[in-house]
């Protein structure tokens, strides 16, 4: 039975692309998870225990993975989980790795770009019209809404804040301690 994970947390290696002698290619990197959480009675951040994996990437998804992801990236994945035991000479451990299904910038700690890339046409079929041959609707173009009702048409500066809103953002002041402060 295989054990299905979803895992959230940073990158810890540089993603490693390698191509076997059987021509797989595979990606490869370490993945660090681990959970913060903040101690009201202490007014401090509590670290807890960071668990460690071994990601692996294969085929297309691999170039994928070695293509869009850096150290320090936050990522959300889901994939299979594999427990495995290792020994060498006189050191003994437990490897814990997750072949990736599905991975993904975690968009809790930042803006991603997502690019759609084109299948790959056997030689054959090359020249002959395919369904990614045509363009792809565009989502903003279909119904055109009024500015007044389309809130995320454009960003919100300074002074275009409402009266409300600007009574409902907390000033910055300097009493607040680092501890306070939201660590992203």
Same mark, same amino acid.
């Given at each position: 039975?295989?054990?299905?994970?979803?895992?959230?947390?940073?990158?810890?290696?540089?993603?490693?692309?390698?191509?076997?002698?059987?021509?797989?290619? #595979?990606?490869?990197? $370490? @993945?660090?998870?681990?959970?913060?959480?903040?101690?009201?009675?202490?007014? !401090?951040? /509590? %670290?807890? =225990?960071?668990?460690?994996?071994?990601?692996?990437?294969?085929?297309?998804?691999?170039?994928?993975?070695?293509?869009?992801?850096?150290?320090?990236?936050?990522? #959300?994945?889901?994939? $299979? @989980?594999?427990?495995?035991?290792?020994?060498?000479?006189?050191?003994?451990? !437990?490897? /814990? %790795?997750? =072949?990736?299904?599905?991975?993904?910038?975690?968009?809790?700690?930042?803006?991603?770009?997502?690019?759609?890339?084109?299948?790959?046409?056997?030689?054959?079929?090359?020249?002959?019209?395919?369904?990614?041959?045509?363009?792809?609707?565009?989502?903003?173009?279909?119904?055109?809404?009024?500015?007044?009702?389309?809130?995320?048409?454009?960003?919100?500066?300074?002074?275009?804040?409402?009266?409300?809103?600007?009574?409902?953002?907390?000033?910055?002041?300097?009493?607040?301690?680092?501890?306070?402060?939201?660590?992203?």
């Amino acid at each position: 039975m295989t054990d299905i994970v979803t895992l959230a947390g940073v990158v810890a290696t540089k993603p490693e692309n390698v191509r076997t002698s059987t021509g797989l290619t #595979v990606t490869n990197f $370490r @993945l660090a998870s681990s959970q913060r959480r903040f101690d009201r009675a202490t007014s !401090t951040w /509590i %670290e807890g =225990d960071t668990n460690w994996y071994t990601v692996n990437a294969y085929r297309w998804m691999a170039n994928n993975v070695a293509n869009s992801l850096e150290i320090g990236n936050h990522v #959300v994945l889901t994939g $299979r @989980l594999r427990v495995r035991n290792w020994t060498s000479g006189d050191k003994r451990g !437990t490897a /814990i %790795e997750v =072949d990736v299904d599905s991975i993904g910038h975690d968009l809790a700690f930042g803006v991603s770009h997502f690019t759609r890339l084109k299948a790959a046409v056997p030689v054959d079929q090359q020249g002959a019209p395919s369904a990614d041959d045509a363009p792809e609707p565009d989502p903003l173009a279909s119904e055109p809404q009024s500015p007044a009702s389309d809130i995320w048409s454009s960003p919100v500066v300074g002074d275009d804040l409402s009266r409300d809103t600007q009574n409902s953002v907390p000033a910055a002041s300097d009493d607040v301690s680092d501890t306070e402060k939201v660590p992203f």
